[in-house]
Nanobody, 120 residues
Framework: QVQLVESGGGLVQAGGSLRLSCAASGSIFSINAMGWYRQAPGKQREMVATISSGGSTNYVDSVKGRFTISRDNAKNTVYLQMNSLKPEDTAVYYC??????????????WGQGTQVTVSS
């Protein structure tokens, strides 16, 4: 069994910063791509940022220059540093990982989500 656990969400004023963390644990053989997604009320879930096993990154246009995704492979953890936050960044943020378990299965896993609220 593989689990992803997010932390670091909260309430912040516009212009502030937050750092999200997502730690993978369980029967892990290897972790491929990881990413952060978000879902605002009444909207579809959207990709925010992804990072490959080799460190290549991809961002949605609305966060480029403000958010930075990184990973610590030794800790099976992915981070999202969010700066210059805007009210429109308010959403539940979910961590996703493409993970190969020790039994050989390669599956996508989701965390439980962490709320980020940016006040104006």
């Amino acid at each position: 069994q593989v689990q992803l656990v997010e932390s670091g969400g909260g309430l912040v004023q516009a212009g502030g910063s937050l750092r999200l963390s997502c730690a993978a644990s369980g029967s892990i053989f290897s972790i491929n791509a990881m990413g952060w997604y978000r879902q605002a009320p009444g909207k579809q879930r959207e990709m925010v940022a992804t990072i490959s096993s080799g460190g290549s990154t991809n961002y949605v246009d609305s966060v480029k220059g403000r958010f930075t995704i990184s990973r610590d492979n030794a800790k099976n953890t992915v981070y999202l540093q969010m700066n210059s936050l805007k009210p429109e960044d308010t959403a539940v943020y979910y961590c996703n990982g493409l993970i190969q378990s020790r039994n050989g299965a390669i599956l996508g896993y989701w965390g439980q989500g962490t709320q980020v609220t940016v006040s104006s």
